[in-house]
C-alpha cells in the first residue's frame, strides 16, 4: 500500500480511519486493469454516480485503458459521458439518434454495426464508446438476446486476442447479464449467466475488467457474484449471510447510507469508513437525445381502447388452424 500503515480488519474500527481510503482504493483497484468491480444499492441510491466516480477514476490512474459504456437508455447518462472526454456513439443499423446540446461538450462520432462481432471494431481508444442497445430493444426477452450475445462475443474474441486490453466495460442493470437461478427470461439468457460464470475470471487475466451495478447482490448468478473481487457498497445493499458473513453482519448499516455515500470492499472483503462520493450531475442540463428507429417496429397502435382489448383477446389464424 502507499501508507505505511496496514490494512484493518474492519473490527479495528478506530484503526481503520487512519487508513488512506483513496489510495487504497486507486492502488487496488484504478491501478490494477482487469479487476471487477459491482457496485450494489437500490433503485436510487445514486449507483450511476458511483461508476462515474469510478470512470473519473480510471481515466486519472489508468488513461491508456479503452472504456466501453453500455448504456440503460438514460439518454442524461450519455449525455453527462460527454463532459467527461470525446464520445462514440454505437448502435445497430437502420436506427441513429439525435442530439441537442445545451452547453458545451466533448466532440462525438457515430458508427452503425449490422452484427454484434462489428462493435468491437468501432471501439476506440481515448474515447468513451457508447454502446446503445437497451433505447432500441425496449422489450425485456429481446433485450437478454442482444445482450447475452454480445458478452458472448466478447468472450470468444477475447480468448482469441482480438480484443485490445486493457478495457473497461460499464453496465448497469448486471443481473441481465447473469440472471441469478430462477430469474433468466428465457433458456439463452440462462444460459449466457452460465457462459459468464465459466469466463469472467479469464476475462480478468487478460486485462478486461467489468465495472457493474445491480439492484441486489441476490439477483446476480452466484458463480459470477463471487468472482467480483471489489464491491461498492450503496444504500440499501443486503447480503446473505451464508455467502459473506462479514458484510452480512453490516446489512442494517448498508440500509442507513446515504445517498452520497459507499463503503468500499476490497478483495479480501475487508470495507472502509464510509467514503462521500462527489456528485457528477445527471446530465439533463447538458441537453437531449431522440432515439431514432427505421425498422417500424414498436410503432403504438391507433385503436381504440376497447378495439385494441378485443384484438388480444381474438384468437389468431395460426391458433384457429390447430384447433381445426
Request: hydrophobic share 35%.
Amino acid at each position: 500500500m502507499e501508507s505505511s500503515t496496514p490494512l484493518k480488519s474492519p473490527d479495528a474500527y478506530d484503526w481503520r480511519k487512519e487508513i488512506p481510503w483513496e489510495k487504497s482504493i486507486a492502488k487496488w483497484f484504478l491501478k490494477n486493469p482487469g479487476e471487477h468491480l459491482i457496485e450494489v444499492g437500490i433503485t436510487g441510491s445514486g449507483k450511476t454516480q458511483g461508476l462515474y466516480y469510478l470512470l473519473n477514476g480510471i481515466l486519472d490512474y489508468n488513461p491508456t485503458e479503452t472504456i466501453l459504456w453500455i448504456t440503460c437508455g438514460k439518454s442524461s447518462e450519455e449525455l453527462k459521458l460527454m463532459q467527461f472526454m470525446p464520445c462514440n456513439f454505437l448502435f445497430p443499423y437502420r436506427r441513429d439518434i439525435q442530439i441537442d446540446l445545451y452547453q458545451k461538450t466533448y466532440p462525438w462520432e457515430t458508427y452503425q454495426f449490422t452484427t454484434i462481432p462489428e462493435i468491437f471494431q468501432h471501439v476506440n481508444k481515448g474515447r468513451i464508446n457508447i454502446l446503445c442497445l437497451a433505447p432500441y430493444y425496449p422489450d425485456p426477452e429481446e433485450y437478454s438476446i442482444v445482450i447475452t450475445e454480445f458478452f458472448k462475443a466478447l468472450i470468444v474474441l477475447a480468448r482469441d486476442g482480438e480484443i485490445a486490453t486493457p478495457l473497461a466495460i460499464f453496465i448497469d442493470e448486471f443481473q441481465m447479464v447473469a440472471p441469478a437461478r430462477g430469474q433468466a427470461l428465457n433458456d439463452m439468457h440462462s444460459m449466457g449467466g452460465r457462459w459468464m460464470q465459466r469466463n469472467i475470471d479469464q476475462l480478468r487475466s487478460i486485462g478486461i475488467r467489468i465495472v457493474a451495478a445491480a439492484q441486489s447482490w441476490k439477483r446476480v448468478l452466484q458463480g459470477v457474484r463471487t468472482s467480483f473481487g471489489c464491491i461498492m457498497i450503496r444504500q440499501g445493499a443486503e447480503f446473505p449471510a451464508n455467502e459473506i458473513k462479514r458484510l452480512a453482519e453490516g446489512n442494517e448499516r448498508w440500509q442507513a447510507l446515504e445517498k452520497h455515500e459507499m463503503i468500499f470492499t476490497f478483495r479480501n472483503r475487508f470495507y472502509s469508513d464510509p467514503i462521500e462520493l462527489p456528485t457528477y450531475g445527471d446530465g439533463r442540463q447538458v441537453g437531449k437525445i431522440t432515439y431514432t428507429d427505421d425498422t417500424g417496429r414498436y410503432r403504438l397502435s391507433g385503436l381504440a381502447l376497447d378495439e385494441l382489448i378485443d384484438s388480444y383477446k381474438k384468437p389468431s389464424k395460426q391458433h384457429e388452424a390447430i384447433e381445426e
